[in-house]
């Protein structure tokens, strides 16, 4: 079973304009980490939020963690068209052996 | 520095046939492991291994085999292919990996699909 569901599945927006993608999900978890999927390719890894940790920043990228909700924010600030591709969620946790588990992913298109 | 090789990048299989998808990888990584994706499905684990001689099952491990006799290289078997197997399969690796020895950020390889007739 899938244990980070993410949404929307889809998003559209126009260049310049912020991209939210949320994740959720349903344990306790080590950490969560974002991975972007360009068209036919494979995945590239974005940026990672420990459990004790509420908010990261890496470039253009915001990523939060609430564990007592247990979700995830990932905000892309002033979005381009190269930031078109999928984005997926992944957690690991305790007991799994380092077994990351991803989300079904959110399909985000950047119009120019 | 190739990172994580997957080959074929496309593969045609008749139902019933056998083949082995390779994967390598030349960056010293203990763990790696095996997804599938497909549409609306997301990743799926199908095995994984925290090192040589080590493999264990992911989330969706049947009609796959899988062995690890080196660190570099991670090949999957179907023993017997069906057409639910059609997906597209990535092989990822990373440095650490198991219980305790810090977080899995994992390098993925570009891809192998896989159709069965």
């Known amino acids: 079973s899938q244990q980070g569901e993410e949404d929307p599945q889809a998003l559209s927006i126009q260049e310049g304009e912020n991209a939210t993608m949320n994740c959720s999900y349903k344990?306790?978890?080590?950490?969560l980490q974002w991975y972007r999927q360009n068209s036919g390719r494979g995945l590239v890894h974005l940026i990672l939020?420990?459990?004790?940790?509420r908010e990261k920043h890496s470039g253009r990228l915001r990523v939060t963690l609430d564990t007592s909700k247990k979700s995830s924010s990932l905000l892309i600030t002033a979005s381009r068209a190269a930031d078109t591709a999928s984005y997926f969620c992944?957690?690991?946790?305790?007991?799994?052996?380092?077994?990351?588990?991803f989300g079904q992913g959110t399909e985000l298109s950047v119009k120019p | 520095n190739a990172g994580v090789t997957q080959t074929p990048k496309f593969q045609v299989l008749k139902t019933g046939q056998s083949m082995t998808l390779q994967c390598a990888q030349d960056?010293?990584?203990?763990?790696m492991s095996w997804y599938r994706q497909d549409p609306g499905m997301g990743l799926r684990l199908i095995h994984y291994?925290?090192?040589?001689?080590?493999?264990d099952q992911g989330e969706v491990p049947n009609g796959y085999n899988v062995s690890r006799s080196t660190t570099e290289d991670f090949p999957l078997r179907l023993l017997s292919a069906a057409p639910s197997q059609t997906s597209v399969y990535f092989c990822?690796?990373?440095?650490?990996?198991?219980?305790?020895?810090?977080?899995?950020?994992?390098?993925f390889g570009a891809g192998s699909r896989l159709t069965v007739l």
């Open positions: 990822a690796s990373s440095r650490t990996g198991g219980a305790g020895s810090g977080a899995n950020v994992l390098t």
């Open positions: 344990t306790s978890i080590n950490n």
């Open positions: 939020i420990r459990s004790n940790e």
């Open positions: 992944a957690t690991d946790a305790p007991g799994r052996g380092g077994k990351l588990i």
């Open positions: 960056m010293n990584h203990e763990y």
């Open positions: 291994s925290v090192g040589a001689g080590i493999t």
